[in-house]
T-cell receptor
């Protein structure tokens, strides 16, 4: 399983962009990069995933470095509801490896 | 559409007892996974079931077991409860195929006294 390094915590102001970094230097060529977040008192929530190229969805964008050793989750305009722990999880879906290995994540605080 | 439903939400048990937790996945999802979350260890994978078969297992003792029914609903059982089993137990469902995200339930908070 690839190891990840994320900042323990980050702060942002409401309505400003947030860039959440993740290093995953031991990622294998077939691992996707998944991001989940966990709001207080809730289960984790899927945010986005990608393999090589940058990805966008209604929640966020995912920028993946060319060497795939790092990625950045981008929240374009942070809201108070985005305050959560964000987890970067390399891995492969499907078959016997169908599991998520959570690290410690980044606690994002959003100030009004 | 209805999300992942876990019952009960809260549970208090005594050391040595056993407990069964239930999870109803999103309709059409065939994969159900279980996770344990504690302040000390964070989120840890317990096991995953797909079409009634355990497909993947985490590093937990044999006291932790699970099963999945033909309607994809799943149960997990913990026997001979220990104080350290106090945790939030989360269930997640997915269609089961490559590239699909998991949908988590809100969890069952188990307290062992």
């Amino acid at each position: 399983d690839a190891k990840t390094t994320q900042p323990n915590s980050m702060e942002s102001n409401e309505e400003e962009p947030v860039h959440l970094p993740c290093n995953h230097s031991t990622i294998s060529g077939t691992d996707y990069i998944h991001w989940y977040r966990q709001l207080p008192s809730q289960g984790p929530e899927y945010v986005i995933h990608g393999l090589t190229s940058n990805v966008n969805n209604r929640m966020a964008s995912l920028a993946i470095a060319e060497d795939r050793k790092s990625s950045t989750l981008i929240l374009h305009r942070a809201t108070l509801r985005d305050a959560a722990v964000y987890y970067c999880i390399p891995g492969v879906y499907g078959g016997a490896t169908n599991k998520l290995i959570f690290g410690t994540g980044t606690l994002l605080a959003v100030q009004p | 559409k209805a999300g992942v439903t876990q019952t009960p939400r809260y549970l208090i048990k005594t050391r040595g007892q056993q407990v069964t937790l239930s999870c109803s996945p999103i309709s059409g999802h065939r994969s159900v996974s279980w996770y344990q979350q504690t302040p000390g260890q964070g989120l840890q994978f317990l096991f995953e079931y797909f079409s009634e078969t355990q497909r993947n297992k985490g590093n937990f003792p044999g006291r932790f077991s699970g099963r999945q029914f033909s309607n994809s609903r799943s149960e997990m059982n913990v026997s001979t409860l220990e104080l350290g089993d106090s945790a939030l137990y989360l269930c997640a469902s997915s269609p089961g195929w490559l590239n699909y995200g998991y949908t988590f339930g809100s969890g069952t908070r188990l307290t062992v006294v």
